[in-house]
């Protein structure tokens, strides 16, 4: 699934993320962060394996987007600023 959401519902959930996002320090908050998030989630769902296997694909795919859309550019962003590591030898 996609993370790009109506943007009324962006609308919604963005004041509530940059808040909690604001007060994150080090990497080990972020992941108890998603990690509760994920319990939060399943709350009041049925606590089936597709729920929970769905609950993981869901931080699994924003992990993806993460680097596809953050860190991708900024690797692209570096290959132009030092040069690129050329692996013609082997592929």
């Not at 009324?8 to 320090?25: A, D, H, P, V, W």
């Not at 998603?34 to 939060?40: C, D, P």
């Not at 987007?65 to 600023?81: A, H």
Request: aromatic share 10%.
């Amino acid at each position: 699934m996609s993370p790009y959401i109506k943007q009324e519902k962006r609308k919604q959930l963005e004041k509530t993320l940059i808040k909690l996002g604001s007060n994150l320090n080090v990497k080990g908050e972020l992941t108890y962060c998603i990690y509760k998030l994920g319990l939060e989630y399943l709350k009041g769902k049925e606590g089936n394996y597709q729920t929970i296997s769905d609950t993981i694909a869901a931080m699994n795919d924003a992990g993806h987007e993460f680097r596809r859309q953050i860190l991708d550019k900024y690797e692209d962003f570096k290959i132009k600023e030092n040069g690129d590591i050329k692996w013609n030898h082997i592929i």
